[in-house]
């Protein structure tokens, strides 16, 4: 063991240069030793480290690594508090409408994630064809309540408009379209039932590539114009300007400009009522020195929007917030073994080699431009911190690697090997991205998976075993040699078609206990 003396004092980048602890290092740069709260959901308890309630090191004793662990609670959580920071904001900005929570799928569509993020009483904004499927089944089994929104944005294709429509003559008269494109207000002009749109303004769409969504400002007027004698009514406004805002000045700033626009809307259409900022919220998922304070932001935001519909003389609108990174980035990890030490050269970092890879089950790292994710160890606090690189070893990537050149150094405990490191914050977007059930890069193995959900008073596991060769050579077609080609089979019997709902859900392959010895009671 590596104890350290530590003789001036020193930014922390200089760390890695100075002989110290991961511990002293961690308590010099966040200020927590063996006890106390890194962020919102990880913490440190008599040395080891915690997941929310769940004790790392005893998880991994059970279920090994890798392993992904979705806290479901967290979710809960997440939406508990913003709802209730909104309160305070519209309590203080004495603002007149209402806040609406609408999380957006899209960053995460697993079963019980949907399903947790609903129960916290979130409404619901899908992005595509099969996310309106969903929530048409989710409706129809009441677990979507009929007066629950569901904003459908997006680009549509002709299915897509025609589940929306489906919704609506179903007689859902929550689902709210935002046109995105002129087209679509063709196809639903004609629907029978009348529909409450959105318009996606095109104009504060100023993220990179975010100015393909929405409509011009002449194509929002043309809709106006025609919406007369027809049963649908204009109701929202839909003014998205990025992603992670954590900049609260810059995001209310580009807001202005829409709110504006919001209300020289609602003078020419009085059915007009929300206004819809769309995602952006950040998330503390990434980094333990995040900040942002979401009720001040909202008192902000409210007592803008008040002063602006004050001088256009307008009534306020509810406003709608879509949480995706927000709602689920912080409720799921990673838990890697770093399998083989390999030593840098000409000075550089030493290679931790993980028994999995990052590139696949994290491809932000690989996709968004510094993107940062909240490693730590399991173990081994009193070695000494060392810059370290990660590499994936399940691939042979070069790309396969985080840090990304050129990012901040990740420091980690000297290691032989056998260290075992948490990856904290994948729980939006990642799993996603990476793709479920199918083969992914180098073949690499979907990792298992522990789910841990609120029933009661309860916490509940299940576990989703890793994914086998078999379950990945049958996507690539290689089972087929049982079934020669050119052999007749009697044709298959006509069975009703499961919907996606029922699919899914048998899908996964459960195995459901009460609790566990990893998990404590506070
Ligand atoms: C229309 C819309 N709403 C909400 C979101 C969710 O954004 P975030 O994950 O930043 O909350 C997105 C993300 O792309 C989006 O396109």
């Known amino acids: 063991m590596a104890f350290c003396v530590v003789l001036r004092f020193f930014a922390w980048e200089d760390l890695f240069e100075l002989e110290q602890t991961y511990r002293d290092y961690l308590r010099a740069r966040?200020?927590?030793?063996?006890?106390?709260?890194l962020n919102d959901f990880i913490s440190r308890r008599d040395g080891k480290l915690m997941f929310a309630k769940v004790d790392l090191e005893a998880l991994v004793a059970e279920h090994g690594a890798p392993l992904e662990v979705a806290y479901c609670p967290l979710i809960t959580e997440q939406i508990d508090r913003m709802q209730e920071a909104a309160g305070r904001a519209r309590a203080e900005a004495a603002y007149a409408g209402a806040f609406i929570y609408a999380y957006a799928t899209k960053a995460n569509f697993s079963e019980e994630v949907v399903r947790t993020a609903l129960k916290a009483g979130a409404h619901y904004e899908t992005s595509s064809v099969a996310d309106a499927r969903i929530a048409m089944d989710l409706w129809r089994r009441g677990i979507v309540p009929a007066e629950r929104y569901i904003f459908c944005n997006g680009s549509k294709e002709a299915d897509y408009i025609a589940a929306v429509l489906k919704l609506r003559v179903a007689g859902n008269a929550s689902v709210v379209p935002v046109l995105d494109d002129l087209d679509e207000w063709g196809a639903?002009?004609?629907?029978?039932?009348?529909?409450?749109?959105?318009?996606?303004?095109?104009?504060?769409?100023?993220?990179?590539?975010?100015?393909?969504?929405?409509?011009l400002p002449d194509e929002i007027d043309e809709v106006v114009a025609s919406l007369s004698g027809t049963p649908h009514q204009l109701v929202l406004?839909?003014?998205?300007?990025?992603?992670?805002?954590?900049?609260?000045?810059?995001?209310?700033?580009?807001?202005?400009?829409?709110?504006?626009a919001y209300c020289l809307l609602r003078r020419q259409v009085p059915t007009l009522r929300m206004f819809n900022f769309g995602g952006g919220m950040p998330t503390s998922a990434y980094d333990l020195g995040f900040e942002f304070d979401y009720a001040g932001f909202l008192e902000q935001l409210f007592a803008r929007i008040a002063a602006t519909c004050a001088r256009y003389g307008v009534p306020v609108p509810d406003v709608v917030g879509e949480f995706g990174r927000y709602t689920v980035a912080s409720h799921s990890m990673y838990l890697f073994d770093v399998g083989k030490v390999k030593q840098g050269r000409n000075g550089e970092a030493p290679w931790y080699l993980l028994n999995g890879s990052l590139m696949v089950s994290a491809p932000d790292t690989l996709i968004v431009d510094d993107q940062q994710f909240i490693v730590l160890p399991l173990t081994d606090w009193d070695q000494q911190a060392q810059e370290v690189r990660l590499g994936g070893r399940r691939t042979c990537d070069s790309d396969d690697q985080y840090p990304r050149p050129g990012q901040e150094p990740l420091?980690?405990?000297?290691?032989?090997?056998?260290?075992i490191i948490a990856v904290f914050g994948v729980g939006a977007y990642q799993a996603m991205l990476g793709?479920?059930?199918?083969?992914?890069?180098?073949?690499?193995?979907?990792?298992?998976?522990?789910?841990?959900?609120?029933?009661?008073?309860?916490?509940?596991?299940?576990v989703v075993e890793e994914q086998s060769l078999s379950q990945i050579m049958t996507a690539l077609g290689y089972g087929t040699e049982t079934q020669p080609a050119r052999t007749r089979r009697a044709p298959a019997p006509?069975?009703?078609?499961?919907?996606?709902?029922?699919?899914?859900?048998?899908?996964?392959?459960l195995r459901r206990a009460p609790?566990?010895?990893?998990?404590?009671?506070n």
Request: hydrophobic share 35%; net charge neutral.
């Open 515 to 521: 609790s566990s010895g990893w998990i404590t009671s």
């Open 188 to 215: 639903y002009q004609a629907c029978p039932a009348g529909l409450q749109l959105g318009v996606r303004a095109r104009e504060y769409a100023k993220c990179s590539g975010g100015d393909r969504f929405g409509l």
């Open 435 to 462: 793709g479920k059930g199918g083969a992914h890069h180098c073949l690499n193995p979907e990792m298992k998976r522990v789910i841990i959900e609120q029933e009661g008073d309860q916490l509940v596991t299940r």
């Open 237 to 260: 406004y839909h003014a998205m300007v990025g992603s992670q805002l954590e900049d609260q000045d810059a995001w209310l700033a580009k807001l202005e400009g829409a709110v504006e």
């Open 30 to 37: 966040y200020g927590v030793g063996d006890n106390g709260s």
């Open 494 to 509: 006509r069975v009703r078609r499961p919907d996606i709902w029922r699919t899914t859900v048998r899908m996964v392959n």
């Open 411 to 419: 420091l980690l405990p000297k290691s032989d090997g056998g260290l």
